[in-house]
């Protein structure tokens, strides 16, 4: 049991020693027990023009800002007084899709259904900012010879 | 003591049987400065958002949700207060309303919002009477700062330019038919025209 435990300890010791070479991160240079300065509050994309989305069923990304006043909550979703059914004729912004008006069992619903209605949850802001770690990431569409 | 009385009331009938005419005149003058600034005093003293936030159910609710959004922190420090939208700058208009608010001095004593519950519960009517207000005298109080004769719409984006060239422009719509919940938290809308 004893001999166990050394073994243990010493395997924990000489992997931490090994692991720390190895913590690459997010944190850059900055040593455990210092607080780095926080990086720039990056501006969020406001342009309204779609980006292609990086693979089939990609939840769309928002291309514009949320951060003013969209209320999302039990009593209104403020994104959808432009992207829902009814209002897309005046706001002519994209209707949010049909699958949204369908329950877990495809039953179509009048309103959008409620595992659907926070949509922040899978649509997201984007900012124009260098990627923190590379990604090559190929979505099933990828094409080598273009890059797309 | 009713003797005294008695006395006061011969005088008050008739003043100018006892004081001279150069002092009540002076003097009226004189009370009448003291009398309209002290009006005056309490009454910007009522029109300021301290006062606003010194009872819970402005501070708790309401004033909470103003704090996240662009009319109380922003890039260049210019903001609004309660009384920049909520009451009108000119002063008959501002009298009418602090006659009506009244009511919420009503409201405050017998604790119609006394909690967070009973707020939200009457959040969707209290939020009516403002929308209705705004709707009438045309978004006055956003067009106190909003000037619409200096909007330059280049500076603007697409979409809010597309709707303030047209719309707006053409007095179809005005400020509060679009711009509903910036300030605060909107209620249960469902049954809102135009949501």
């Not at chain 2, 910007?44 to 501070?59: G, P, Q, V, Y």
């Not at chain 2, 422009?169 to 400020?175: H, L, S, Y």
């Amino acid at each position: 049991m004893k001999q166990m435990i050394v073994c243990v300890g010493l395997f924990g010791i000489i992997y931490s020693a090994h692991a720390d070479d190895n913590i690459a991160t997010l944190r850059g240079e900055v040593s455990i027990t210092d607080q780095p300065p926080a990086p720039r509050m990056e501006q969020v994309e406001d342009h309204d023009i779609k980006r292609k989305r990086n693979y089939p069923m990609q939840p769309p990304t928002i291309p514009h800002a949320i951060d003013k006043y969209y209320q999302v909550d039990l009593f209104v979703n403020k994104c959808l007084s432009c992207h829902s059914r009814q209002h897309t004729e005046a706001s002519q912004a994209p209707m949010v899709s049909d699958t949204h008006y369908k329950d877990r069992d495809g039953k179509v619903l009048a309103e959008v259904s409620p595992r659907r209605y926070f949509c922040s949850q899978c649509h997201v802001i984007q900012v124009e900012v260098k990627p923190l770690v590379d990604n090559t990431f190929e979505g099933l569409l990828h094409d080598p010879a273009t890059g797309w | 003591m009713i003797e005294w009385v008695k006395r006061q009331v011969t005088v008050l009938r008739a003043p100018s049987r006892y004081f001279s005419l150069g002092f009540l005149t002076i003097g009226g003058f004189i009370a009448g400065v003291i009398f309209w600034g002290g009006f005056n005093t309490v009454l910007e003293a009522t029109n300021t958002e301290t006062f606003c936030i010194s009872c819970h159910e402005m501070r708790n609710n309401v004033f909470q949700e103003l704090k996240t959004t662009i009319h109380y922190t922003n890039r260049s420090g210019v903001r609004a207060t309660c009384p920049d939208c909520h009451v009108p700058h000119n002063w008959t208009d501002k009298i009418a309303r602090k006659t009506q608010a009244t009511k919420e001095v009503w409201g405050k004593i017998f604790g119609t919002i006394r909690t967070r519950e009973k707020f939200l519960e009457k959040r969707l009517e209290l939020a009516k009477h403002e929308w209705a207000r705004l709707k009438t005298n045309n978004s006055l109080e956003c067009r106190n700062c909003h000037d619409f004769e200096y909007m330059d719409f280049t500076r603007q984006g697409v979409r809010a330019e597309k709707a303030h060239s047209t719309q707006l422009a053409r007095g179809e719509k005005t400020c509060i038919d679009c711009h509903k919940g910036i300030a605060h938290k909107l209620p249960n809308m469902a049954g809102v025209e135009n949501f």
